[in-house]
């Protein structure tokens, strides 16, 4: 299984950026994809997640601003950042829990590449 992210890039305040992240590989069933970051000498923050019944959830600091938007592809995970500020600024990593197989007793976590996401202000 392989999570390749995309998107992100340079953004002035009160701008936007779109990520995306796509499974692909080896997959029974997801069971919720998340996106995280991490600024500069900061540990790394839950920002978003979507469970398979579609329900999101976001950390407060980005709520009304950022969402993920409803994807017919089950296998993808955008998030779609608004009026973004410069401490939105760092590393944005997805990451998923699939079920590889059906046999599969639990999920197994997965995490993509970062892609870097830089506010100016």
């Known amino acids: 299984v392989q999570l390749q992210a995309s998107g992100g890039g340079l953004a002035v305040a009160g701008g936007s950026l779109r990520l995306s992240c796509a499974a692909s590989?080896?997959?029974?069933?997801?069971?919720?994809m998340r996106w995280y970051r991490q600024a500069p000498g900061k540990q790394r923050e839950l920002v978003a997640v979507?469970?398979?019944?579609?329900?999101?959830h976001y950390v407060d600091s980005v709520k009304g601003r950022f969402m993920i938007p409803r994807q017919n592809d089950k296998n993808r995970v955008d998030l779609r950042m608004d009026r973004l500020k410069p401490e939105d600024t760092g590393v944005y990593y997805c990451?998923?829990?699939?079920?590889?197989?059906?046999?599969?007793?639990?999920?197994?976590?997965?995490w993509g590449q970062g892609t870097q996401v830089t506010v100016s202000s």
């Open positions: 979507i469970l398979p019944n579609g329900e999101t």
């Open positions: 590989g080896s997959i029974f069933s997801i069971e919720s």
């Open positions: 990451n998923a829990q699939i079920y590889p197989r059906r046999e599969n007793s639990s999920p197994s976590d997965f």
